[in-house]
Structures are given as structure tokens and as C-alpha cells.
């Protein structure tokens, strides 16, 4: 029965009180431990199509009459459009429609960053429009920017107010301390660089809109669309089938989606409008920059007193302040706890979501202020976050709905313990060391969502619901809870999903949301197929019939099942923990720095397919040892203009760069959390890997990095503070 | 646009010559070459490897597992770009490459490009040059130049043989090119003389398919060492002298200390070979 209640609703760190309208979740959890299907490793239900290419996603989208759409975007980070002139576009061939500021909301004369939209033109092919784009006709009238943060948050430039979180009583705690420490922490912006680009390709039929589009929210754009345009929310399709990857920056429509919905609407025709990868890395948002200036006190035992922080978000020209400070806030046992956050308003690309935003930035500072204190104390680095350890929510005192942490430190033990054998293989030039670092995020999901289910008399069941794959295989791991509440093969299992008008909602896929939110609905919505059959096997006097059995007196009749995501449980706290232990080689005259080896240990309750989690395991590492040590995007000290657009210039890893990662689970349900106990784990895996890499080069050379990346240059200077340092400390010759 | 492939050095006529077009198309496609005409030269440039002599249209993939071809100039082949573009890019074309500075290849009116300004110098330069970097602080990407430099190479073009050296100036006021090469002039072959002993060595930010920010080659050839470098100035650099001279701007001072360590690996790695 749906029931009406006043719920928090959180996602990546945001809470938001709201009525919900939801389902009860009647159904028992399954025992812990792998099952016959779910718990066992499967491999992907649509990797061969994409391995073959016949995959169809946005990017490949040709409609018949189908015109493309190209954007002039600011080339100057700040400046006012002072006269536009759209009509040399308009003259040249193939040119159908071109749009300025003031046409629709997302075109802009007064550009707060450098890849704002301004105007948009649409011709028969891409080429033509991109040559009617250059001959737009402007005058910019270009303004000083504004690009430090700090200044930004001097003079009140800020992005929302200034967040302070404050328990305990902070000066108290650092009076008490035996020891302190301090450190300032910088982390760079990163780009989100998903392999398709951010497209939309709409059309009208009759008086509906299709729109089709990479996106981590089919319901959100259908809703934020329709709201823009006045139309009844059904009136808007949307459909992502196949995705080319999704990091937080495809949540909503954006510039690009209602550029193509005017100029289609104007031109009668379909139209494509798809960023270029240059275009990518301006104007779809990054993980934004941060300063950190942090202090920890403690007792000599390692007990911390007090926990300060304040935090400077480079948010970039809008946007939202992330929680940077949420790990301070929540990871460990500490009664004074005081942090402010700011969210500098500066002339920059807005940031969006970014895997884990803030709490990747915010666990960088903390963990490698807190091995520092555990050097201070000569306090195993281990042994210092066990005896902080919480077993409640320190910030809010909720309990946990699970919580492994310890379970998973302990079982980190064997990698730690390589310390001793890794550091013995350093020589003269080469020092190997071991770090780790804790991870806490969310990840719980939440209702609504929902999921029907149909069952054919050949014994196969399809699974539909509108919620996106975004390339993390959710679909597959739908497919397994299916099967096995039905009790039927894996292969018998087909997932119709990515279609607002073909299924009914589901999800967001962020804040590490989808299997936890849709897996329990679609668990209730298999167990309501299976009661109807066990019914109609009970009325056939043969309870103990399968379920194969009973299908085939089916003929054209089928059994429709349906469920819904129940409510998250009442007054607890929902999280994913974790610890990682990195291994890392660093090359003191060079300053290069190879991370040889991580071994993830993560707790995100049940485990629906093995195979798919260590993936994302592996996946979230590599992008974590991206930032860690290459990626940077740069911009012009003077004019804020980005110099890295390219991906020549902005270095993603490669697989040379990946490590031996060794992943486990911890795989224990999560009792109070559904009817599946699973938490998700898209993001959990990114979140400590920098603190680990930097830890893990403080063990090795007894230098303290402060920045990310870990450029050549960072490495060098932290090795010659260290240098420097050993030398003060060193004792003076007899 | 049109394309053309020659059968002959004397169709040439000012076009834009294609070889393995790793370089050439990314410059037409993001502005920074112009030109009506391109002429595929696969035809009419040497392509191999015959003891000392490399035709100017080998690719990269092919000097990188070739035993005739010295150690150095296989390892700075094997360490450049990735898979995929050394199977297309030739030696020729990479000696001709053009820098990476991020303000150039933005097309910012820059020395390079013409202008009154090296915005580098003022602006974002950790990846750029620490000597000759007064006028224009664009640092020279090519690997495989800096190995023939230490190697002593010879250039064969259809107007004049030349040393390697003499391939390349600094810009200039007067004179914003890095190249001598005359317009209509291809580089043919090269002739690289078998050292003793050769190295090269590479620093990049991360471990694969990177410009340098410091490749260091050394060669032994005739008892006589030779050490050049590659990313540290606006061509590539042969080194007299020592390092001690460089002139680092304040964000890339740490270039300095990477081009020693590796120089005097270099070295040592002779002095074993």
C-alpha cells in the first residue's frame, strides 16, 4: 500500500526534506551470501553488442531531416556581448535557423566564463554550421576577471552562504590536545571527460517532444524540459538507451539540449546539438579547485580533541558550494569539530558533480593531515583511525544503518603489513613506501522507483523500467535480481529500460543511487510475478509446481508484476566505507612517482554481481590516480582563459599508468536497508585513493605533498622541504 | 579542399605536405595551417632502413624494433607519442612538429605566430623552456630530434645535405621561423653514423603518450659524447656546457632538476655502454 511520509532525501551529500509518497517493502531480505545468481559474477547482458558497434547511442542517432546545431560560446572568461549580428550566419548555405541572447534563457550577453553560450546556429551539416557559428558577427566588451578564490571570498563573491557546521566546542578541544597539527591542502579542477560528449538530439512529433540524450536522469530532464517549455510532463519523451559514461555532469538538459529544442522547434526538423571534446572540456562542468586549511588536535593516545577546517570551493562562475568538509564532519570519533566552507563565485566554468564531489577533495587534506599526526605521535597510521573509530553518525549521533569499517581494516591488515617488505626495495634513487586512507560517502538511494515486470509462457521474463544504464551495468545486475526471485536463468532475464514514455520512473543514477534504489524495486516487482504464479499453482493443486511448469499454461496470457522502492529506515544514517592501501615508487631526482600497486577494500552492503563491482572498483582507482598525478586543467594567470582543452594537453591516465588494484568486499547486506541490503558503489572507490597515493609517498620519502596533482614540480618542492627540514631537525655534530 | 598524391618532387607547388598526418591534420583542423592544396608525399619520400640510412617517410613504429637503428633513437621512438601514432607518424614529419605551448596552439597571437607577446612568460609555463627561452619560451617536443642531434645525423633534403643542427634556428625578431628548411624543401633521409653507445632518456607526467618535459639523449660516436635534449627549449638542444646555465622561469625551475638527473644518468649510462 503506498503511504504518505516526511522523509530526508539525499543526493552526493545534499539534503532536502520532502513528502514521499512510497511503497511498504514487505519482502525479507535474503540471507548474506552469494546466491544462485545474484552474488555471482556476470558478466555484462550488453557487452557484445557493444563490443560490436551495434549498440545505438545518442551519438549515433541519425533521424531523417536531421540538422545539426553548432554554439558560439565566450571565447573570453569574462565579457559582455556589447552588439551581435546573427545575420552573416543566417546568409550562409545550409544555415536554417540561428539564435542570440535573449531566444532563450541558456544564451547569454553577460559571460561569466570562458565556454558560456551566446548564440546558436543550425545548418544540414555540422560544418556548415560550425563556418555560420564564426561568421556570428560580435563585439565583445571584455571585463577584468575575477579568478583567485581567496579574493573572491574577501570580497564577498560567493556562491550560497558560507557553511559553518559546528559541534562541541572547537577551542576547547584544541586547548586540550597534547599535539597539533596544521596544513594547507590544494586540489585541482578535473575534468569529467566522459568518452560521448554531452549531446541531445530532439524532434517533435505531433505535440510531443523526443528528446534523445546522454543523460544520468531520464525523469529529470523530462520534468526540468517539460517545466521550461509548459508542456504536460508526458509530453516530453526521453530516451537514453546506451551510454558513453556519466560522472555527474549529465544530471539535467543544460545549454546544449535547449538549443537543439528551440532550433528544432523554429525549423520544423530534428536536431543534433553535440559538444565537441574541446567544447567538453569548457562549458559541461568540472570537479572544482579547493583550498583546505586544516587543523587536527590530539592526545597523545591518538584520541582526537579537535577537527578544523576551513575550506575555500572554487566553484567557478555558479554552481553549488560541495561538501568538502563532509569527511572531516563524519569519517571519525571526534567531539569539537568546527568547519566553515565557502563557495568562491570567481570568472571560471561553473563545476557540476563529480564522482564524490567534495568528499574525493575533502579526504585528500584530512587523510594526509592525519598521517602526519600519526608520525607526530608515532602512532601506527592503522591503528590512529581505529581508535577514532565511530560507531554512530559523529555529526548528527544517528546510528548507522551498517556500518563495516572496522570489518574492512581489518581485512586491509595483509596489505598493510607489505609495508615492511616494499620500503626494503627502495635504493639509492627509488623509495617505496605504503599508505592508506579511509573512505566515507553516501550511496544509500532512496524511493521512488519502480519497476514492472512481465512473464510470457516460454518462461522468460522482461524487466521494464525508464532508468538508465550509464555504462556502470545496472541493467545487469537488474537482469540478476530478477532471475533470482523468479527462479529462472540469468539468460531468460531481458531489461527493457531508457525510455520515459516505455516504463514508469526510476532513479537518478548519482550519488551512487541506482542499484540501491531500483534493485529493491525490482526485486518487489519479481516476487509480485512469482506470487501470481504460485497462485495459480496453488489453484492448479500443485503448489510445488516450477515456475516453468505453470508459465506454460500461459499461451497468450502473461503475469504482470510490479514494485516499488521502499523507504529508507527511519532515523539512521546510510553510508558506504571503505579503506584503500596504496603502494607507490618514487624516483627522488625526478620526482616521478609510479603507483605500483591498491588494494581496495570497500563495504557497501550486499554485493548483487562480483564481476561489475570490481569494475567499478578498478574504474574509480584509475580515475582517482588520474587526478592524483596528471590531470590538471590549466588557465591563463591574467585573462582566465583554459589552456588545456584538449586531451593532448589534459592527461588522463592511460593504461600504462594502472596499478595491480586488488579489490574485495566486504558483501555483508546491509539488514536495515531494503530488501536487498545493497548500497551503491560508483563512487566509494575514488574517494580515498589520492590520501592513500600522497600517504603512501609520505612513507616512502618523509615528504609531505600539499597540491594535487603530484606534478613533477609538487614532488620536487615537498622533497626538498623534507630535505630541508631533516637538516633543522637533524642533531648537531659532536 | 583538395588532396592530391605526388608521383613526383616536382609536384609539390606550394601545397601542404601529408605524410603520416599525426601533426598536419590536427594543425588544419584546429587553424593553425591554412592552405587550399594538400599533397600526400608517401610516394616520393624514402621509406626504410638500410644500415646507417633512414628514409625521411619511415614511421616511428618502424625505427622503434629495428636493430640497425642506435639504441638512442629507438628509445626515444618507443618512449613518443603512443601505438597508434607512431604507426603513422614518420621521422620526417616529427622533426618538423611544432611546439606544444598551450598558447600557441590556442592560436594566441603570440611571438611564435607573429605577435608583439610570449605569453608564457607572463602566464602558465610549467611545461615550457629553460634556455634560449628569452624571446619565445615554447619548448621543442620532438624526442626522436634530440637523439639524432646527440647522434651527429645528417640531413638529406632535395636541395642540400645538412647537419641535424643546422635544421633548426631560434625565432627571432626578424625571423619568427625554427626551422631553415626553404619553402618547397623535403627532408629525404637521414644519415645516422653508428655510435659506441647511446641512450635516451625520458621524463613525462604520466608513463605513456606524453610530450617530454625533459628527454635527455647521449651518444658516444667517434670517442667523442654528444648530449641534447628535448622539451627544454624552443628547438631541440644540444647541451655545452652545463645545465647550471639554464634560465628557468619561476613555475618551471623544477625542469632544471629533472634535466640534471637524467643528464647525468645519461652519462653514466655511456660510461657503463
Not at chain 1, 571570498?153 to 566546542?169: N, T, Y
Request: proline share 6%; net charge negative; hydrophobic share 40%.
Amino acid at each position: 500500500m503506498a503511504r504518505l511520509i516526511r522523509t530526508e532525501k539525499e543526493v552526493e551529500g545534499r539534503y532536502e526534506e520532502v513528502w514521499v509518497v512510497v511503497e511498504e517493502d514487505a519482502l525479507e531480505q535474503w540471507p548474506a551470501g552469494a546466491r544462485e545468481i545474484v552474488g555471482r559474477p556476470a558478466t555484462r547482458l550488453d557487452g557484445h553488442e557493444r563490443a560490436r558497434g551495434e549498440a545505438v547511442y545518442t551519438a549515433d542517432l541519425k533521424l531523417p531531416g536531421m540538422l545539426h546545431a553548432a554554439v558560439l560560446r565566450s571565447p573570453h572568461a569574462h565579457a559582455r556581448v556589447a552588439r551581435i549580428d546573427l545575420a552573416p550566419a543566417l546568409a550562409l548555405p545550409g544555415v536554417h535557423a540561428a539564435i542570440g541572447p535573449g531566444d532563450i534563457e541558456q544564451l547569454t550577453d553577460a559571460c561569466g566564463f570562458q565556454g558560456a553560450a551566446v548564440a546558436a546556429v543550425c545548418a544540414d551539416t555540422y560544418a556548415q554550421a560550425r563556418a555560420a557559428v564564426a561568421a556570428i558577427d560580435v563585439d565583445w566588451e571584455v571585463l577584468a576577471p575575477l579568478l583567485d578564490p581567496d579574493e573572491a571570498v574577501a570580497r564577498g563573491e560567493l556562491v550560497g552562504e558560507p557553511r559553518i557546521r559546528s559541534r562541541g566546542d572547537y577551542d576547547r578541544g584544541l586547548a586540550e590536545a597534547d599535539v597539533v597539527v596544521e596544513g594547507e591542502y590544494r586540489t585541482q579542477v578535473v575534468l569529467h571527460n566522459s568518452m560521448e560528449t554531452h549531446q541531445s538530439v530532439v524532434q517533435w512529433v505531433g505535440d510531443t517532444l523526443e528528446v534523445f540524450i546522454s543523460t544520468q536522469y531520464i525523469w529529470g530532464i523530462r520534468d526540468e524540459v517539460a517545466g521550461a517549455l509548459g508542456l504536460a510532463p508526458d509530453k516530453v519523451r526521453v530516451v537514453c538507451n546506451y551510454m558513453g559514461g556519466g560522472f555527474g555532469s549529465k544530471n539535467s538538459p543544460d545549454d546544449y539540449t535547449f538549443i537543439a529544442i528551440e532550433l528544432a522547434t523554429r525549423t520544423h526538423r530534428p536536431v543534433r546539438c553535440a559538444l565537441t571534446r574541446r567544447e567538453e572540456n569548457l562549458a559541461t562542468g568540472n570537479r572544482n579547485a579547493t583550498i583546505q586549511r586544516l587543523t587536527i588536535g590530539a592526545k597523545a593516545d591518538g584520541t582526537l580533541t579537535a577537527l578544523g577546517g576551513e575550506y575555500v570551493n572554487a566553484t567557478g562562475w555558479s554552481g553549488w558550494s560541495s561538501p568538502v568538509e563532509g569527511p572531516m564532519q563524519m569519517l571519525y570519533a571526534c567531539d569539537n569539530v568546527k568547519t566553515t566552507t565557502y563557495g568562491a563565485k570567481i570568472n571560471q566554468p561553473p563545476m557540476k558533480a563529480f564522482r564524490a564531489p567534495g568528499f574525493v577533495e575533502g579526504t585528500f587534506g584530512l587523510e594526509a593531515l592525519l598521517d602526519v599526526l600519526a608520525a607526530r605521535l608515532e602512532i601506527d597510521p592503522l591503528e590512529l583511525r581505529r581508535r577514532n573509530h565511530t560507531d554512530h553518525d559523529a555529526s548528527d549521533d544517528r546510528p548507522y544503518s551498517g556500518k563495516n569499517l572496522l570489518e574492512c581494516y581489518r581485512r586491509a591488515e595483509p596489505h598493510w603489513e607489505r609495508r615492511h617488505e616494499v620500503r626494503a626495495r627502495s635504493t639509492g634513487t627509488v623509495k617505496r613506501g605504503v599508505g592508506m586512507a579511509s573512505q566515507i560517502w553516501y550511496g544509500g538511494g532512496g524511493p521512488p522507483s519502480y519497476a514492472w515486470i512481465r512473464v510470457g509462457s516460454d518462461g522468460h521474463a522482461t524487466v521494464v523500467t525508464a532508468m538508465q544504464d550509464i555504462g556502470t551495468g545496472t541493467r545487469t545486475a537488474m537482469a540478476q535480481i530478477a532471475a533470482e526471485e523468479l527462479g529462472i536463468p540469468l539468460a531468460h532475464v531481458t531489461v527493457s529500460l531508457g525510455d520515459s514514455a516505455r516504463g514508469p520512473f526510476a532513479s537518478i543514477s548519482a550519488g551512487s543511487s541506482t542499484t540501491p534504489s531500483m534493485g529493491p524495486a525490482v526485486r518487489a516487482a519479481a516476487a509480485d510475478a512469482r506470487r501470481q504464479i504460485e497462485e495459480i499453482a496453488e489453484q492448479r493443486g500443485t503448489p510445488d509446481a516450477s515456475i516453468a511448469e505453470i508459465v506454460e499454461l500461459l499461451e497468450d496470457a502473461q503475469i504482470l508484476g510490479k514494485g516499488a522502492r521502499g523507504p529508507n529506515p527511519a532515523g539512521m544514517q546510510v553510508l558506504t566505507f571503505g579503506v584503500q592501501v596504496a603502494e607507490v615508487a618514487v624516483d627522488v631526482e625526478t620526482g616521478e612517482v609510479w603507483v605500483d600497486r591498491v588494494a581496495a577494500v570497500h563495504d557497501v552492503g550486499r554485493v548483487i554481481n562480483p564481476l561489475g563491482a570490481s569494475s567499478q572498483i578498478e574504474g574509480g582507482i584509475i580515475q582517482g590516480i588520474g587526478h592524483t598525478l596528471s590531470e590538471h586543467r590549466l588557465h591563463d594567470p591574467r585573462t582566465g582563459q583554459i589552456l588545456t582543452t584538449s586531451l593532448d594537453a589534459y592527461k588522463l591516465p592511460t593504461f600504462a599508468d594502472v596499478p595491480e588494484i586488488v579489490s574485495e568486499l566486504v558483501d555483508e547486506p546491509d539488514t536495515h536497508l531494503t530488501n536487498l541490503g545493497s548500497k551503491g558503489l560508483g563512487e566509494p572507490p575514488i574517494v580515498p585513493t589520492a590520501a592513500a597515493i600522497a600517504n603512501a609517498i609520505r612513507d616512502a620519502t618523509g615528504a609531505e605533498v600539499h597540491e594535487l596533482p603530484i606534478s613533477r614540480e609538487e614532488m620536487l618542492r615537498a622533497l626538498r622541504e623534507a630535505a630541508a627540514k631533516e637538516k633543522v631537525g637533524a642533531p648537531a655534530r659532536v | 579542399m583538395e588532396l592530391r598524391r605526388a608521383s613526383s618532387l616536382d609536384e609539390l607547388n606550394g601545397s601542404l605536405l601529408l605524410s603520416g598526418g599525426t601533426e598536419l591534420v590536427p594543425l588544419l583542423r584546429n587553424g593553425l595551417l591554412r592552405g587550399d592544396s594538400v599533397v600526400d608525399i608517401r610516394d616520393v619520400v624514402p621509406r626504410g632502413i638500410d644500415g646507417s640510412r633512414i628514409g625521411a617517410g619511415t614511421t616511428l613504429a618502424e625505427l622503434e624494433c629495428d636493430p640497425q637503428v642506435p639504441e638512442a633513437l629507438r628509445e626515444a621512438c618507443r618512449l613518443a607519442a603512443s601505438p597508434q601514432l607512431r604507426n603513422m607518424g614518420s621521422i620526417g614529419g616529427n622533426l618538423l612538429q611544432s611546439t606544444r605551448c598551450w598558447y600557441w596552439r590556442l592560436n594566441w597571437p603570440c611571438r611564435l605566430h607573429g605577435g608583439e607577446e610570449c605569453f608564457a612568460h607572463e602566464g602558465e609555463h610549467r611545461e615550457h623552456a629553460i634556455f634560449a627561452n628569452d624571446f619565445c619560451a615554447s619548448a621543442h617536443p620532438s624526442d626522436v630530434a634530440a637523439a639524432l642531434l646527440a647522434l651527429g645525423a645528417t640531413l638529406h633534403t632535395n636541395r642540400r645535405e645538412l647537419p641535424l643542427a643546422e635544421l633548426y634556428r631560434l625565432p627571432t625578431e626578424d625571423d619568427r621561423m625554427t626551422t631553415t628548411l626553404a619553402e618547397g624543401e623535403v627532408i629525404l633521409e637521414l644519415d645516422v653514423p653508428a655510435p659506441e653507445t647511446s641512450v635516451y632518456l625520458k621524463a613525462m607526467e604520466r608513463k605513456r603518450w606524453a610530450f617530454p618535459i625533459v628527454g635527455v639523449a647521449a651518444a658516444r660516436t667517434g670517442g667523442e659524447t654528444r648530449v641534447a635534449l628535448a622539451g627544454v627549449a624552443p628547438i631541440p638542444w644540444l647541451l655545452e656546457g652545463s645545465i647550471d646555465a639554464a634560465t628557468p622561469l619561476p613555475r618551471n625551475a623544477y625542469k632544471v632538476d629533472v634535466a640534471k638527473a637524467l643528464v647525468r644518468r645519461a652519462e653514466a649510462a655511456l660510461h657503463q655502454g
